[in-house]
């Protein structure tokens, strides 16, 4: 079994920076086994949850959606079994609760995830 655990939310300014972080703890082989991804994924009220960000923790391959390309930027400590989604020049979009998950499969889909974390709030003002 994967716990996972997100820090890092708040509220910031547009323009301003944040950085996630996703932490998994359990059994040792289930924390990050190779050939998983860890995602990041957002839904702000009255939406649907989308795909914001992943990594693959063996290839460090990393996706993301258009609407964060250029912004966002996603990495991983193996040693700490943490993965981190720095957020640059966020805009009051960005706001939503922001879920970290572990699965095997699909990267970009939230249905390829099998573990997910509480969620943290994130809040851009105008």
Do not use: H
Request: with cysteine; glycine share 12%.
């Amino acid at each position: 079994q994967v716990q996972l655990v997100e820090s890092g939310g708040g509220l910031v300014q547009a323009g301003g920076s944040l950085r996630l972080s996703c932490t998994a703890s359990g059994r040792a082989f289930s924390t990050s086994p190779m050939g998983w991804f860890r995602g990041w994924f957002r839904q702000a009220p009255g939406k649907e949850r989308e795909f914001v960000a992943a990594i693959s923790l063996s290839r460090g391959n990393t996706y993301y959606a258009d609407s964060v390309k250029g912004r966002f930027t996603i990495s991983r400590d193996a040693a700490k079994n943490t993965v981190y989604l720095q957020m640059n020049s966020l805009k009051p979009d960005d706001t939503a609760v922001y879920y970290c998950a572990a699965g095997p499969t699909t990267p970009t889909d939230l249905r390829g995830y099998v573990a997910w974390g509480q969620g943290t709030q994130v809040t851009v003002s105008s």
